[in-house]
């Protein structure tokens, strides 16, 4: 057994990327045992069949080799975010991706007897339902895919219905627009936030801020007795997120102060191409190459 197994661990090495050699190191005996069982049933040793059967290690922040990657993909979603965001305050008069003000807005409404506290109320509940959607659908929204090198179906779903959203804009439902963006805002963030790493939160920034906060916070002391300063990733990661809060907001006024008249609510299209592009090209942009196999590179 112990030889079949160092046999299957030896093949299962071939063709296989940096960071999938490292997944396979830190298999405990157990989980090496099911992996010589899934190839014995006929299938490839390739870390493909390790991943069907073990749970991947989770790599804190700190320790990424791909942290630039991450700025840049919390970038992107942020400015997603903001861009729609921004857009939908000049089409609907109100936000459809954070819940925090709604909230506030729906009791204020509802103390005010005024019908506006529907719309505010579905806006809070879709953005809960995309969450959910994004917890039970496993790997389709699973926040580390595009790192990965995989597509996100959940992540392509929810750029297909921001255009949903605008085309009910459109039609004169601008309260359906609200709801099915508010979907896909949900959806998003809960992507954003199953990223295994750090959850990211696409959608809004205050958590991060109170995370980066009290990391700075930490480090104050730490200076002040003479101790090593906590990991500072989590700050700048914070600070590329509101950056692309706001880049997203200021394009968003530009954008619409431009073509708004004209178009209306398809301007929802641009972040919806955009999401779309990080659900499909992206990761193939950014996934890690693979490693030459050893034995190719004694040939060479």
């Given at each position: 057994p112990h030889h079949s197994l160092a046999c299957v661990h030896q093949h299962a090495l071939v063709g296989m990327s940096s960071d999938s050699r490292a997944l396979l190191r830190v298999l405990s005996p157990v989980d090496r045992a099911t992996l010589a069982?899934?190839?014995?049933g006929g299938q490839e040793g390739r870390m493909s069949d390790a991943k069907a059967v073990v749970a991947k290690p989770k790599v804190p922040l700190d320790k990424r080799p791909d942290f630039g990657k991450i700025l840049g993909v919390a970038g992107l979603y942020t400015t997603i975010a903001g861009l729609l965001n921004g857009i939908a305050v000049y089409e609907v008069g109100t936000p459809v991706g954070y819940t925090s003000g709604p909230c506030?807005?729906?009791?204020?409404?509802?103390?005010?007897?005024?019908?506006?506290?529907?719309?505010?109320?579905?806006?809070?509940?879709?953005f809960y339902v995309g969450g959910i959607?994004?917890?039970?659908?496993?790997?389709?929204?699973?926040?580390?895919?595009?790192?990965?090198?995989?597509?996100?179906?959940?992540?392509?779903?929810?750029?297909?219905?921001?255009?949903?959203?605008?085309?009910?804009?459109?039609?004169?439902?601008?309260?359906?627009?609200c709801q099915l963006w508010s979907l896909s805002q949900g959806i998003l963030n809960g992507i954003s936030s199953r990223f295994s790493a750090a959850p990211i939160r696409a959608t809004h920034t205050a958590g991060g801020q109170t995370d980066a906060a009290m990391t700075l916070g930490n480090a104050w002391i730490?200076?002040?007795?003479?101790?090593?300063?906590?990991p500072m990733r989590k700050?700048?990661?914070?600070?590329?997120?509101?950056?692309?809060?706001?880049?997203?907001?200021?394009?968003?006024?530009?954008?619409?102060?431009?073509?708004?008249?004209?178009?209306?609510?398809?301007?929802?299209?641009?972040?919806?191409?955009?999401?779309a592009f990080a659900a499909t090209a992206l990761p193939a942009i950014i996934a890690p190459a693979a490693e030459e196999p050893e034995d190719e590179k004694k040939t060479a």
């Open positions: 069982r899934v190839s014995a506030v807005n729906a009791g204020r409404f509802l103390a005010a007897g005024d019908p506006v506290a529907r719309n505010i109320l579905g806006i809070c509940t879709m959607f994004a917890g039970v659908t496993g790997d389709a929204c699973d926040g580390d895919a595009v790192f990965e090198g995989r597509m996100s179906p959940g992540m392509l779903f929810s750029s297909f219905l921001l255009a949903l959203g605008a085309y009910a804009k459109r039609q004169n439902r601008p309260w359906l627009a730490a200076l002040t007795q003479g101790k090593p300063t906590p700050v700048i990661l914070n600070i590329v997120c509101c950056f692309g809060m706001i880049f997203g907001g200021f394009g968003a006024h530009k954008i619409h102060a431009k073509w708004g008249k004209q178009y209306g609510a398809w301007l929802t299209l641009i972040p919806a191409a955009m999401q």
